[in-house]
């Protein structure tokens, strides 16, 4: 199951229980906006909670489950970092799916899954998974055009095809640079690749690498001197989160790929083989670890700024701050 199908069928006639995962970040997130987004806005408060299984006791778990909809007919309990789930919660969750609230719908989210552990081999028997895997740039393409034509404009495929390119392929910051064309042409309804051109190759992506460098430098003064003049301008501080979420994700690439010639690493990162060395040496202020993280952290920034449950400018100035601070 995808996506698309997965909202679908929670917008019609949801199952018990789902299970997303995979290796992409940003479609890991976009199933947790799916799941959120299935309950309406003015019913969240009530209908919806939200976990993170590396903090979560059975107890409020079976809590959340067994309680009833208030205002609706459907809760949503969603549960992210299910790959860090322990043994205690799979085995909770297996016990539950025995004999289901028929009023809510389980949301599990993660990065990864072994199937070979019960839970997912018996959601997967069930045909309960929903692909997380990192997409390749055909159906990057095909996305975005979607993306643009719920927003009401024409992307044709050449177009869609070359903002692919020059976003290196990459998923999320291909959403996030379909978001800013049409924002950039305003009432002309097609896009071109003139526009593409025009606009990505502004100095915005070398904006986004100042500020990564400046956090891993743990220079917060000189990363929100970079920030603050950008999120003060309408609709700034949500491209600001896509541009800094493309240069962690370049980043994690560039460390996943430390034998490769530069030459073959530029094609991986779609980036001027001229300025591979920059990228390998700014990866080099990070751990992996440290930046799966921060990936994390900025997922979860966009979604509570789109739940109402944080302010944008506040989340991210709180980003930097944490990013920017030395690791022990």
């Not at 989160?241 to 493309?246: D, F, P, Q, S």
């Not at 991986?268 to 001229?274: A, H």
């Not at 700014?282 to 952290?297: H, I, M």
């Not at 509570?304 to 930097?320: D, N, P, Q």
Request: proline fraction near 4%; hydrophobic fraction near 45%.
């Amino acid at each position: 199951m995808n996506i698309r199908e997965l909202r679908g069928e929670l917008a019609a006639n949801p199952r018990p229980c789902y299970l997303a995962v995979g290796s992409d970040i940003y479609m890991c997130e976009l199933a947790r906006r799916a799941f959120i987004e299935a309950i309406p806005e003015a019913y969240r408060l009530f209908n919806l909670s939200a976990h993170s299984a590396i903090d979560l006791d059975a107890a409020t778990l079976w809590r959340d489950l067994d309680a009833l909809p208030v205002g609706g007919e459907m809760r949503v309990c969603l549960i992210s970092n299910w790959h860090k789930a322990d043994k205690e919660l799979e085995e909770s969750i297996g016990t539950y799916l025995d004999k289901p609230n028929p009023s809510t719908v389980l949301g599990l989210v993660g990065e990864s899954a072994d199937m070979r552990r019960k839970l997912p081999s018996r959601l997967k028997a069930g045909g309960t998974l929903v692909d997380c895997s990192t997409p390749d740039r055909k159906q990057v393409a095909a996305y975005i055009v979607r993306t643009a034509e719920e927003r009401g404009y024409v992307m044709p495929p050449s177009v869609a095809v070359l903002v692919v390119e020059l976003c290196g392929g990459d998923l999320g910051g291909s959403v996030q640079a379909t978001l800013a064309l049409t924002d950039y042409v305003g009432e002309r309804k097609c896009l071109t690749e003139d526009d593409a051109r025009s606009l990505l190759g502004k100095v915005e992506s070398r904006t986004a690498f100042d500020l990564v460098e400046a956090m891993g430098r743990h220079q917060a003064g000189v990363a929100l001197t970079i920030a603050k003049p950008l999120w003060e301008k309408a609709g700034e501080a949500e491209k600001l989160v896509g541009l800094v979420e493309r240069q962690l994700r370049l980043l994690l690439l560039a460390k996943a790929n430390p034998d490769v010639s530069p030459s073959v690493l530029a094609g991986i990162l779609g980036v001027n083989p001229y300025f591979v060395k920059d990228y390998v040496r700014q990866a080099g202020n990070f751990a992996s670890v440290r930046l799966q993280q921060l990936l994390r952290e900025l997922a979860e920034l966009d979604v509570a700024s789109k739940t109402g449950r944080a302010e944008i400018r506040t989340g991210l100035e709180m980003f930097i701050l944490n990013a920017s601070h030395a690791q022990a």
